[in-house]
């Protein structure tokens, strides 16, 4: 399997959209992976992987705060 290499224009618009929600919609995330000429799929392991970091560096708080 080869590893994305994300661009910085990608990782800005992904870490923005994780500031205003954790978790993306099926829509979103389409729609995002459309405008970063990304595949859906990209999309979401970024978030799962984005979303175990947070975790990591914010113990013991809520996800959806």
Do not use: H
């Not at 099926?26 to 970091?53: D, G």
């Not at 113990?59 to 705060?65: F, Q, R």
Request: glycine share 2%; proline share 2%.
């Amino acid at each position: 399997r080869v590893r994305t290499a994300f661009t910085y224009e990608q990782l800005v618009a992904l870490e923005n959209k994780f500031r205003q929600t954790r978790y993306l919609s099926v829509c979103e995330r389409l729609n995002l992976a459309l405008s970063l000429n990304l595949t859906e799929t990209q999309v979401k392991i970024w978030f799962q992987n984005r979303r175990t970091k947070w975790k990591k560096q914010n113990p013991g708080m809520d996800i959806n705060t």
